[in-house]
C-alpha cells in the first residue's frame, strides 16, 4: 500500500526533514471553511453594530475569569 511505503520512507528521513513533513501536512490541514468565515464575519459584524448601538453589553475580562475560574 501507498501509505506504508510513505511512512517506511519517512522514518528514514532526518529529524529536520520530518519536522518538515509534518509542517506541510498539517499546513494543509488548516485551511478555512471560507462559507463558514463569512458567517462568523457577519456574526461578529452584527454583534459589534449591536455594541454600538447599545443594544447590547460587554462583558468585562475580570467578570469573565470570574465565571471560569481563572
Known sequence: ???QEIKKEILNL???EKIHIAE???DSLDKPDIEIEKIWINESEERFKAYKQNRIQGI???KIKEKYGQ
Open 1 to 3: 500500500m501507498i501509505t
Open 14 to 16: 532526518s529529524s529536520l
Open 24 to 26: 506541510v501536512i498539517f
Open 60 to 62: 468585562s475580562l475580570s
